[in-house]
Structures are given as C-alpha cells and as structure tokens.
C-alpha cells in the first residue's frame, strides 16, 4: 500500500480589501485543516482513522478579525524585506 507523504499547504489570498488564510497539513496518522468557508466562516478540521471532529463558530468575530490584521502585519512585514538568500538546498526539493 503506498502511503502519501507528509505535507504542508498554506494559502494566503488578498482580494478587493478582504484575507483569506487558509492551512492544512498531513501525516499517515493525522491530518488538520484551518479555513474560512465561502461566507467567511472560521473552521477547524481534525481527522484521525477512528475519528473526525470539526470546530467552527456563528460567525467571523473577533477571532477571526484578530487573524485578518495578523495576516495583513506579515504581507506588510514580508513586503518591506529585502530578498535574502534561499535556505541551504531549498531549490533541490522536487516541486
């Protein structure tokens, strides 16, 4: 049987004044993802072989609103950097 590899999968989307971040990762035992539904909903996902729960609220909130200004700070804080260099064997990962 082959089993997939771990990963990782960030996404980060800017779009007519409104963030979306969302974040999943992966191992054979375990796999979690934090998103935003359609309607801006927060969610968490976590799933195991025997179990699955989902953690969401009724609405955006604080939270949610608290995560758009953080996200908004590291596009502002990554935008006024200047580029370094890549990390030690970064461009031989397959890709």
Do not use: K, W
């Not at 992966?26 to 976590?46: E, I, K, M, Y």
């Not at 804080?77 to 031989?92: F, K, R, Y």
């Amino acid at each position: 049987m082959n089993t997939p590899a771990p990963h990782i999968y960030l996404t980060g989307v800017l779009r007519n004044g409104l963030t979306r971040l969302d974040l999943s990762f992966s191992t054979p035992d375990v796999g979690v993802v934090a998103a935003v539904t359609t309607s801006g909903r927060p969610f968490l996902n976590l799933a195991t072989s025997e179990a699955q729960v989902t953690i969401t609220t009724t609405g955006g909130g604080p939270v949610a609103a608290a995560a758009v200004r953080y996200l908004g700070d590291c596009v502002r804080i990554h935008s006024e950097q200047e580029p370094g260099p890549t990390l030690p064997g970064l461009d031989d990962l397959p890709g």
